[in-house]
């Protein structure tokens, strides 16, 4: 189901966390980890490397099969200056689509989101793991799936 722009993916969705159920402590890290794929949400279908930045480790790489079958490698960086080269989806006027599919823990400090999203002629299926670093979730690795319609 899709989002509209400034909703709150939480209303549309039920987490499939496994780790430390029924606790005040799981819950509060859904709700963080939710915040951060809102913004992450929101900075691709803005191309707002700021609004990226905040949702993306420093130290983050973006990984998916290149058209040959090989491992194609993306530092943070050089998907940044591909988002700043490029007219964002909000820009081009494109219907905003984006949900979390799941949310899953395997530690206090791990955990990994499966999303959908799109940059038209382009739909995303996105794996994200997620650390927990000072305090702070955010995306260290995503490894992707892309369709052109």
Known sequence: MPTK????????????????????????????IEKVLQVYFDGLYEGDTKKLGEAFHPASHLYSASPDGKAADMPR??????????????????ERRDRIVSIDFSGPATAFA???????????????TLLKVEGRWQVIAKAFHTVTR
């Open 5 to 32: 722009a400034g909703a709150t993916a939480r209303s549309w969705w039920r987490p499939t966390a496994r780790f430390e159920r029924g606790s005040g402590r799981m819950s509060s890290d859904v709700a963080a």
């Open 114 to 128: 499966k999303v959908e999203c799109q940059i038209p002629p382009r739909y995303f299926t996105d794996y994200l």
């Open 77 to 94: 960086a050089d998907w940044f200056n591909m988002v700043e080269s490029r007219k964002s989806a909000k820009d081009s006027g494109s």
